[in-house]
């Protein structure tokens, strides 16, 4: 990697950045929820979601509560963890598609591959935010520090 890459990608600003970017889709439907309170109540509604106000907030605090741990960089993994949950509980509940038309189908199918890959990156932010650990050596790797003495 070219040292001015390098350089850029460790800064704590491009953490910061990387992070915000990667949460924008939760905290800024997390502030429209608050926001326009009546139209995340109706959301919540459509979706048979009861009581909605209280489904409202409780959305709204998931997602504005798992997008700043993980913007501050602090209990990362649990932030990351309750947005994983919660995008994951968005599939059977707002994106169906096995239960669709076409071209509904295919266009909600395509919705939940990204909230897969939304997943996936959220698991790679919890686990690159871990404490680094030693590597655990491999069987084969003893043996051959052994055979060296």
Same mark, same amino acid.
């Given at each position: 990697?070219?040292?001015?890459?390098?350089?850029?990608?460790?800064?704590?600003?491009?953490?910061?950045?990387?992070?915000?970017?990667?949460?924008?889709?939760?905290?800024?439907?997390?502030?429209?929820?608050?926001l326009d309170f009546n139209a995340g109540v109706a959301e919540m509604a459509f979706f048979g979601l009861?009581?909605?106000?209280?489904?409202?907030?409780?959305?709204?605090?998931?997602?504005?509560?798992?997008?700043?741990?993980?913007?501050?960089?602090?209990?990362?993994?649990?932030?990351?963890?309750?947005?994983?949950?919660?995008?994951?509980?968005?599939?059977?509940?707002?994106?169906?598609?096995?239960?669709?038309?076409?071209?509904?189908? +295919?266009?909600?199918?395509?919705?939940?591959?990204?909230?897969? +890959?939304?997943?996936?990156?959220?698991?790679?932010?919890?686990?690159?935010?871990?404490?680094?650990?030693?590597?655990?050596?491999?069987?084969?790797?003893?043996?051959? +520090?052994?055979?060296?003495?």
């Amino acid at each position: 990697m070219p040292s001015f890459i390098a350089t850029l990608v460790n800064s704590r600003a491009f953490g910061y950045l990387a992070r915000t970017i990667l949460t924008y889709m939760f905290w800024a439907s997390g502030l429209a929820k608050l926001l326009d309170f009546n139209a995340g109540v109706a959301e919540m509604a459509f979706f048979g979601l009861e009581p909605a106000p209280l489904f409202n907030i409780a959305v709204a605090v998931t997602q504005l509560g798992g997008s700043a741990l993980i913007i501050a960089n602090r209990w990362t993994w649990l932030g990351a963890g309750a947005l994983g949950i919660f995008t994951a509980l968005t599939i059977p509940i707002a994106h169906p598609f096995w239960t669709m038309q076409e071209p509904m189908k +295919t266009l909600e199918f395509y919705v939940v591959m990204e909230h897969i +890959t939304v997943i996936g990156a959220l698991m790679v932010v919890a686990w690159k935010s871990a404490p680094a650990r030693d590597a655990v050596a491999s069987p084969h790797a003893a043996l051959a +520090t052994q055979a060296n003495t």
